[in-house]
């Protein structure tokens, strides 16, 4: 996360840290195989872990599409705008993925309509979405704590 939601980053970091959150997410993934083949008292988690799979997928998935927007459209985004959305989205997310504090439903990227080209746009609402994952995921993974 922190080195995705930069304007510009270091390939190699990128590459690494999207390499540890697909073997986290591998690593989810094959705990939930094992559920399935446990007796049915532990198979009643499987629902919450599927939502919890979905919910981790999910925010991945809208990490991948805002560095893929940031590769493809950066010269058309003023580096100012950029920084400012991404930096309040860098620290939304991560608050929403901290599970000692109380999920925030209210929690929204300011409203400055200063996107003035379309990539910009574009930009605003991936990172909508991405925080609106973010609480998602902090409120299915809270179903786990004890």
């Known amino acids: ?63 991948v599409g805002i560095r893929v927007l940031l590769n493809h459209r950066l010269a058309d985004i003023d580096p100012a705008f950029a920084d400012r959305l991404l930096a309040q989205s860098r620290a939304i997310v991560l608050g929403q993925l901290d599970l000692s504090q109380q999920a925030d439903d209210h929690l929204a990227l300011t409203d400055d309509d200063d996107a003035t080209a379309d990539a910009e746009k574009a930009l605003q609402l991936r990172c909508a979405e991405l925080c609106r994952d973010a609480v998602k995921l902090h409120e299915v993974a809270a179903l786990f704590l004890p």
């Open 1 to 63: 996360m922190s080195v995705a939601l930069k304007r510009e980053t270091n390939d190699q970091s990128y590459r690494l840290a999207r390499k540890t959150m697909l073997d986290s997410l591998a690593a989810m993934t094959e705990s939930a195989t094992r559920v399935a083949g446990e007796p049915s008292r532990a198979k009643s988690m499987l629902p919450d872990l599927a939502g919890l799979l979905s919910a981790a997928y999910s925010l991945a998935a809208q990490i």
